[in-house]
């Protein structure tokens, strides 16, 4: 039987075999805040995803929530948005019609770890 810690690494690394970011390299497109969660730990975290090829926010879920579940974690969308970046800065704002406006704060924070050198910022306005 595995010792307690040994279960909390186990489930820290299927948490974290999935990156925070995977955002376009440029653009405007749509984006989602997605809240993971281990189904054996209950441990979770929020990544944001965002793609310039949806059409839709339900479009990013949708391709990819298989990947999500097959390593046994629950996937909710907690909202949406749209990202405009260019090699200096990135925006958040906005929000999804199906999902609902995602915390640009946390969005802004996940951001700002994994684009140290961009000015981040975020506005609830605008769709």
Excluded: Q
């Amino acid at each position: 039987m595995a010792n307690s810690a040994e279960v909390d690494d186990k489930n820290y690394h299927i948490l974290n075999s999935f990156t925070d970011v995977d955002i376009d390299e440029s653009g405007t497109f749509k984006y989602i805040l997605i809240k993971l969660t281990d189904r054996r730990s209950s441990s979770s975290k929020f990544i944001v995803r965002g793609y310039s090829w949806a059409s839709y926010h339900a479009d990013i879920l949708d391709r990819l929530t298989a990947s999500f579940e097959a390593a046994s974690l629950t996937v909710e969308c907690v909202g949406g948005g749209r990202i405009r970046r260019n090699e200096n800065e990135i925006l958040v704002y906005g929000y999804s019609t199906g999902f609902g406006r995602a915390d640009h704060t946390i969005t802004a924070e996940r951001l700002r770890k994994a684009f140290p050198t961009l000015k981040i910022s975020y506005s609830n306005d605008g769709y």
